[in-house]
């Protein structure tokens, strides 16, 4: 009776670790493949431009354009390179209720290209942003490291999944992954939708 009931107890724990899906709708979905790692799988399509024109480090700056208002509190892009920049995000306060300290992310993030993919690599930068930070409270989001794969289907539609993962001692409130989740999924939406709208055509 002890071996079984070991069994059932190691039974819940591995399957605390198989991948689950959070969210699948007709236009992106979003995998926890892991206890700290998250896939967000999704398309763009527009036959007015080629994308590999649009998609590069500049496009951050976008990013940020269209998403300050309700999720960027405060950025800044270091480009040193056309394949390598520094980046500072400080998130709005999405937790202050829940007693969640406001977080930051400071990551360095290269690109590698190829004829039909583009491959962003993240990793976070530990030393001090030079931004100072508004909120003394705030707190380095520990990203393990993020990797997006843009694999070009034609010039004017793209395939693209990002894996997140976050550092093994930073452990979510499920609460906490689900608003996440939906900002994660809103700012990448934007991001999609502005570009299917781009519009070179006069």
Known sequence: MNNKDENKD??????????????????????????NSYLFEYEIENNNILLRNIINL????????????????????????????????????????????????????TLERSDNQFIFRTTT?????????KKAAAELLQISHVTTVCDFITPH??????????????????FVEKLATTIIGKIFLRCKQFIEKINNNK
């Open 10 to 35: 190691e039974n819940k724990n591995e399957n605390k670790h198989e991948p689950k899906i959070i969210v699948n709708k007709k236009d992106h979905k979003m995998t926890r493949l892991n206890k």
């Open 58 to 109: 500049d496009f951050i700056r976008i990013i940020h354009k269209i998403n300050k208002q309700d999720i960027f509190e405060d950025f800044y892009l270091e480009k040193h390179s056309d394949n390598s920049s520094t980046v500072f995000i400080l998130f709005k306060h999405f937790f202050s209720d829940f007693g969640v300290s406001q977080k930051y992310a400071h990551i360095d993030i």
């Open 125 to 133: 930068n530990n030393n001090l942003p030079k931004r100072n930070l």
């Open 157 to 174: 539609k793209v395939s693209i999944k990002t894996t997140t993962t976050f550092n093994k001692n930073m452990g979510l409130p499920e």
